[in-house]
């Protein structure tokens, strides 16, 4: 933890180690959440990433396309 100072505009300045850590740059846009009492800060990216991860369960491993696909040429070699 690195302490930081709010200015009277309510700016917290990030740290230089986070900002390079997260490949921040001036006009960098976040995203700022409140958690459990918490303020979090993260990149697009990171968000993004954390929901593809949370998605990856409900990933079907069989094309749905393919599945169809296949069972209507068994049909038709069925007759």
Do not use: H, W
Not at 18 to 47: D, H, Y
Not at 65 to 79: H, K, P, Q
């Amino acid at each position: 933890m690195i302490a930081a100072k709010m200015d009277r505009a309510g700016r917290i300045l990030l740290p230089q180690p986070f900002r390079s850590e997260l490949g921040l740059g001036e006009g960098s846009e976040v995203l700022v959440s409140l958690e459990n009492g918490e303020l979090r800060i993260t990149t697009r990216l990171a968000a993004l990433q954390k929901a593809q991860a949370a998605m990856e369960s409900y990933k079907c491993s069989d094309s749905i396309v393919d599945s169809f696909l296949a069972d209507r040429r068994e049909e038709e070699l069925r007759g």
